[in-house]
């Protein structure tokens, strides 16, 4: 399992989930949705004064240590996600795959040299999700909320254009969204669909 950005609260779970795919589906990429803590997405709540003490407290407001699925009532969809259907996403915190699969197909690109990694996620993720014979599963219902940490991409909100000449020195060409094919793993066997089924429906990234 692969997270770039270590200021992740994961739900419930993402773990157990990925492994019982990738045990029944050695050859899938697994992958999950992305949100942000706070009332819209960090790059924009910034902007309106949100810092790590209205973090703190909006924390403290809820029992997440006890139920992390509550961390759902407190957050966003990232940007990751499009407005005409949230199902669809050119990013992922975490994702998962066989260490052979790793080795096959490759791992980060080294020429993202940028603060944050540039769009280095971005690429991996676009590489995985359009490789040959692709089997991808987006784990429906899992997570990760991401936290406040005044990081370089959610910062401000110039940032994906400034990366994009980064991503055409690494890569020889313009980053574009992925259009790709993949299952969703509903996790039924542990009610994902029960627990957060609400927040899945409808919507729309910083909504």
């Known amino acids: 399992m692969i997270c770039i950005d270590g200021a992740r609260l994961a739900s419930t779970y993402l773990v ?4 019982d795919v990738l045990t029944r589906h050695p050859d899938a990429f697994t992958f999950v949705a992305s949100r942000h803590l706070g009332p819209k997405p960090q790059m924009q709540s910034v902007k309106e004064g949100y810092d790590q003490s209205a973090e703190n407290r909006l924390l403290d ?3 997440w240590m006890t139920d992390l699925d509550i961390l759902y ?3 966003v969809w990232a940007g990751a996600h499009t407005r005409r259907n949230l199902l669809l996403q050119n990013e992922s915190n975490a994702v998962a795959l066989s260490r052979s699969a790793w080795e096959r197909w490759g791992g980060y690109n080294e020429r993202f040299r940028s ?3 540039g ?3 971005l690429e991996l993720f676009s590489r995985y999700v359009r490789r040959e014979d692709a089997l991808n599963v987006l784990l ?4 990760t909320f991401h936290q406040f940490h005044g990081g370089a991409a959610t910062a401000h909100d110039g940032y994906f254009a400034a990366a994009q000449e980064e991503h055409v020195s690494a890569t020889g060409e313009h980053y574009e969204r992925p259009s790709f094919d993949f299952f969703a793993e509903l996790g039924e066997r542990y ?5 957060v089924g609400r927040h ?7 909504g």
């Open 119 to 121: 769009l280095c996620n």
């Open 200 to 206: 899945l429906v409808g919507g729309r990234p910083g």
């Open 115 to 117: 603060p944050g990694g």
């Open 191 to 195: 009610m994902r669909m029960q627990a």
């Open 140 to 143: 429906y219902g899992e997570t």
């Open 73 to 75: 009532d407190i957050s």
């Open 16 to 19: 157990r989930r990925s492994v």
């Open 61 to 63: 407001s809820v029992d």
